[in-house]
């Protein structure tokens, strides 16, 4: 079975400085993961992906890393702004077709002013 | 917009008191699914719909059942909700056919239980 661990359950970061938040997962069954974010009472949207044929993927102020042999995903957003707090999840792969997706219990950001 | 509609966004029931949320989409996504968060816990995973396909995640409570009468819609029925069953519902939906593809998520219903 597939565990997603995000060990920081908050972080708090000053505005401009970069933000990183951390995700480890157990089984590599098919490497492509996802991040979200979530405000309070809202759904979780769509943040970033990546897949195992990429170490790294950018889009703006956010950038993820992979590392397959360690299991272990991050996270960057440089430069932080107050409107990135928010949950942020990490999701893997629960199955061998890449159909169900296992989330980690998220963390939450605190960017400060 | 296209987008996964759910209804509603709040919704108080009894316990033991049978209750259905809803889920629409206009993506015309094969997948579905329903996720269950509790405060300050990773969403868990129900079960999903692939096209009309059910299948149930091993230690989803037979208190939960689904219909999915077409593709753009999909239930959650609870059929006798306990105090633990409060949580926030998330209904996803996902295009079968790409395997590198993100779930689409709507904007959940947030259940209590009296």
């Known amino acids: 079975d597939q565990q997603v661990k995000q060990n920081s359950p908050s972080l708090s970061v000053q505005e401009g400085r970069i933000s990183i938040l951390n995700c480890d997962y157990t089984?590599?069954?098919?490497?492509?993961f996802l991040w979200y974010k979530k405000y309070p009472a809202e759904g979780p949207t769509f943040l970033i992906s990546?897949?195992?044929?990429?170490d790294k993927n950018e889009d703006g102020r956010f950038t993820v890393f992979l590392n397959k042999s360690a299991k272990h995903l991050s996270l960057h957003i440089v430069p932080s702004q107050p409107g990135d707090s928010a949950v942020y999840f990490c999701a893997a792969p629960g199955d061998n077709y890449g159909q169900n997706f296992v989330f980690g219990p998220g963390t939450r950001l605190s960017v400060l002013p | 917009d296209a987008m996964v509609i759910q209804n509603p966004r709040y919704q108080v029931t009894q316990f033991g008191k049978p209750v259905t949320l809803s889920c629409s989409q206009t993506?015309?996504?094969?997948?579905m699914y329903w996720y269950q968060q509790k405060s300050s816990q990773a969403p868990k995973l129900l079960f999903h719909y692939y096209d009309k396909d059910f299948n149930n995640e091993a230690d989803t409570p037979d208190n939960f059942q689904s219909r999915r009468p077409n593709t753009s819609f999909c239930f959650l029925d609870i059929r006798s909700p306990g105090l633990g069953d409060a949580a926030m519902y998330l209904c996803?939906?996902?295009?079968?056919?790409?395997?590198?593809?993100?779930?689409?998520f709507g904007s959940g219903t947030q259940l209590s239980v009296l």
């Open positions: 089984n590599s069954m098919f490497d492509y």
């Open positions: 990546i897949s195992s044929i990429k």
């Open positions: 996803a939906t996902r295009a079968r056919d790409t395997r590198n593809e993100k779930l689409f």
């Open positions: 993506l015309n996504h094969n997948v």
